[in-house]
């Protein structure tokens, strides 16, 4: 089938079911323009939270679909590819967390969306790469905090407020691949150009930017930068959404390895067949999501 003829199909589809698409900024860029809302995880967890639809279609990776279920107990959440995992969200059990939390049971559990609903059942509170900050900055001062499972954006977020946590191991393998040699060489060739990066790179790429942000935070950051040229430090699917909003500004990628294939299984085709077969069908046991749901919910408040 023609992309056309998809578009129209998956039109018809959302009235008789009476659907919201919704696509993270780093999804296939024909996946992005056929969505009702594009966003970064905090941006699309706002959008659930408040959607009148019956049906959300979320086209992004499953933690951030199971977010939208925990949210929305009563509607149907689907995803179109149910092998759009994350893999910074495998780097954690709930056994391993228990065995920590033991270690520190005084510590508060700050955990990145990035994660499984059963990791956020056992958190205090949850944040997202444009709240983090404002979230750690809640917990008074003298209690520890153990930041779960992004150790780049917990990084990132004790030294931008001066005060230790404890980071787990986790990272993302796609923003890894950005390196601090390439985004050196790129400023080298583009000397007028500004860097701008996601706070799941690691510290030393961090430490070259002109501006840290969500992916959202990035696209609002660059309509409004004078900047005529921006290298782009996080996953490629966002220079679509940065060029769209953007028309006359130059996005330079810092690496083609900065790909997250779990974000591309997730294409117009599979859109159509999801509203079609009403499948995949991404559900939380309500024991989990009643605790996930107190996370998640704390978070939004802040923000
Ligand atoms: P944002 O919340 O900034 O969109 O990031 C989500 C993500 O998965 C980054 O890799
Ligand atoms: Fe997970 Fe990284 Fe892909 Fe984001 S870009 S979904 S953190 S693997």
Aim: charged share 25%.
């Amino acid at each position: 089938m023609s992309d056309e003829r998809l578009l129209e199909r998956l039109r018809e589809l959302k009235r008789q079911r009476n659907a919201v698409v919704l696509a993270h900024n780093y999804q296939r860029g024909e996946v992005q323009d056929a969505a009702d809302f594009t966003g970064d995880s905090l941006g699309l967890s706002q959008e659930a939270a408040k959607t009148t639809a019956d049906v959300i279609l979320f086209c992004g990776v499953h933690f951030m679909a199971e977010t939208a279920a925990i949210i929305c107990p009563g509607k149907t959440v689907l995803i179109p590819d149910p092998n759009a995992g994350c893999p910074m969200a495998n780097m954690v059990t709930p056994r391993e967390l228990a065995a920590m939390k033991a270690k520190h049971p005084d510590a508060v559990v700050v955990t990145y969306v990035n994660s499984s609903a059963a990791i956020k059942a056992m958190s205090d509170i949850c944040c997202t790469s444009a709240n983090a900050v404002k979230v750690v900055a809640t917990i008074p001062p003298g209690r520890e905090v153990l930041f779960v499972p992004d150790q780049s954006l917990g990084d990132y977020v004790a030294k931008q407020l001066g005060r230790p946590l404890i980071l787990w191991p986790g990272y993302c393998p796609t923003h890894h691949h950005i390196l601090a040699r390439d985004v050196q060489a790129l400023k080298a060739e583009h000397p007028d150009a500004l860097f701008i990066c996601h706070p799941e790179c690691t510290g030393d790429v961090v430490a070259l930017a002109d501006k840290v942000a969500s992916t959202s935070g990035m696209v609002k950051w660059c309509k409004e930068t004078p900047a005529k040229t921006i290298i782009v430090g996080t996953e490629i699917g966002l220079l679509h959404r940065l060029r769209k909003d953007s028309p006359g500004k130059t996005f330079l990628e810092v690496s083609p390895l900065a790909d997250c294939p779990n974000m591309k299984l997730n294409t117009l085709e599979k859109m159509v067949w999801a509203l079609e077969d009403m499948e995949y069908r991404v559900t939380v046991p309500p024991e989990v999501a009643g605790l996930a749901r107190r996370a998640i919910e704390k978070m939004l408040e802040i923000t």
